[in-house]
């Protein structure tokens, strides 16, 4: 007889078999929601994030770069600041290259060997400074003459109306408060062209040092001259008597109108070499203990054009005294004093 098997379903088994199956999916299904789907969700955010981000650092890297390189997406143009535009020259210099002339102003009456009107044209020691100035420069050379006097000479570069003035022009501190001077390029020495009549009667016993140095009596001077001041401090005591013109002083001594012409040694000289006839009535006296510095004279805001003026006188190889001017034009002074056909 075959046996028969009979399987006991346990109740309690049946129960747990399928309350494993139903944990296992739906505890699985569940398990997935709450964490595979808040992963993915972030994940998904991450790189919604990370698309957004992306343009805007790319803005914010162009807007550094922009402010970097100064470019025109950053700021309107109109905003950036022009270039300065630098002159090409100082302005005194680029005012002169600019009309293509330099203007010097020079005395109207002749004053030999440093300016005089000859048959051809205008020459002497002054006016070939002022053209190899001209030179330099580059441009023409313009010479006004309209000054009557020394100190008007002066007045017209105080004036601006001319670049320099090359005019046998002493410095003074005086003129010195108003216009600048270069360095001197000629050096001299004052002197007095006396009347020996008038000095014997002057002196009575004294010897002539002792009279000069309490010069009384009148002394002749160029009106509108530096020696009107040189001749207030170096002899206080002498009676000023001022002429249009150096010959008006020196015919003064001869004729014995006045006591002596107060100038520097190279007028004094020359009147010597040029009147030997005067020379028995005159009588040259040169001060040992004053200085007469000829200088180029210029507007007191030309400071470049001062510098170049300095360093061309610098440049001279010559440097010129009384006694080599005196030589340079002996030749001058010959032809005007022999007689005319």
Same mark, same amino acid.
């Given at each position: 007889?075959?046996?028969?098997?009979?399987?006991?379903?346990?109740?309690?088994?049946?129960?747990?078999?399928?309350?494993?199956?139903?944990?296992?999916?739906?505890?699985?299904?569940?398990?997935?929601?709450?964490?595979?789907?808040?992963?993915?969700?972030?994940?998904?955010?991450?790189?919604?994030?990370?698309? /957004?981000? !992306?343009?805007? +650092?790319?803005?914010?890297?162009?807007? %550094?770069?922009? &402010? @970097?390189?100064?470019?025109?997406?950053?700021?309107?143009?109109?905003?950036?600041?022009?270039?300065?535009?630098?002159?090409?020259?100082?302005?005194?210099?680029?005012?002169?290259?600019?009309?293509?002339?330099?203007?010097?102003?020079?005395?109207?009456?002749?004053?030999?060997?440093?300016?005089?009107?000859?048959?051809?044209?205008?020459?002497?020691?002054?006016?070939?400074?002022?053209?190899?100035?001209?030179?330099?420069?580059?441009?023409?050379?313009?010479?006004?003459?309209?000054?009557?006097?020394?100190?008007?000479?002066?007045?017209?570069?105080?004036? /601006?109306? !001319?670049?320099? +003035?090359?005019?046998?022009?002493?410095? %003074?501190?005086? &003129? @010195?408060?108003?216009?600048?001077f270069s360095r001197p390029y000629l050096r001299m020495r004052q002197g007095l062209l006396v009347n020996r009549l008038q000095m014997a009667e002057q002196t009575q016993g004294r010897s002539i040092v002792e009279t000069i140095r309490d010069l009384r009596g009148q002394v002749g001077v160029i009106k509108g001259s530096s020696y009107v001041g040189f001749l207030k401090q170096k002899f206080p005591q002498a009676t000023i008597v001022e002429y249009p013109t150096w010959e008006d002083v020196v015919e003064a001594v001869v004729q014995g109108d006045i006591l002596a012409a107060y100038r520097d040694e190279l007028e004094v000289k020359k009147v010597v070499r040029n009147r030997p006839d005067a020379a028995l009535k005159l009588q040259t006296i040169a001060l040992t203990d004053t200085q007469d510095s000829l200088a180029v004279v210029l507007p007191w805001s030309s400071a470049h054009l001062l510098a170049f003026v300095d360093q061309y006188l610098d440049t001279l190889t010559a440097q010129y005294t009384v006694d080599t001017v005196l030589d340079e034009y002996a030749a001058y002074w010959a032809a005007q004093s022999s007689p005319q056909p």
């Open positions: 007889m075959a046996q028969k098997i009979v399987i006991i379903r346990d109740p309690y088994l049946r129960i747990w078999t399928r309350f494993r199956g139903a944990i296992t999916s739906e505890w699985l299904s569940n398990l997935a929601l709450g964490f595979v789907l808040p992963i993915c969700l972030g994940l998904t955010l991450c790189f919604s994030d990370g698309a /957004q981000a !992306a343009p805007k +650092a790319a803005t914010s890297t162009n807007a %550094t770069a922009t &402010r @970097a390189t100064g470019s025109v997406q950053a700021r309107p143009a109109a905003s950036a600041p022009a270039p300065v535009q630098l002159p090409a020259m100082p302005p005194d210099i680029q005012g002169i290259l600019e009309r293509g002339k330099l203007t010097v102003a020079v005395l109207g009456q002749d004053n030999a060997p440093f300016f005089m009107q000859t048959t051809e044209q205008l020459s002497g020691l002054d006016i070939q400074l002022a053209r190899a100035l001209a030179d330099q420069l580059g441009v023409s050379l313009d010479i006004t003459r309209s000054a009557q006097t020394f100190d008007q000479v002066v007045d017209t570069v105080y004036g /601006q109306k !001319a670049d320099l +003035a090359i005019s046998k022009i002493s410095r %003074t501190l005086k &003129r @010195a408060q108003r216009v600048r």
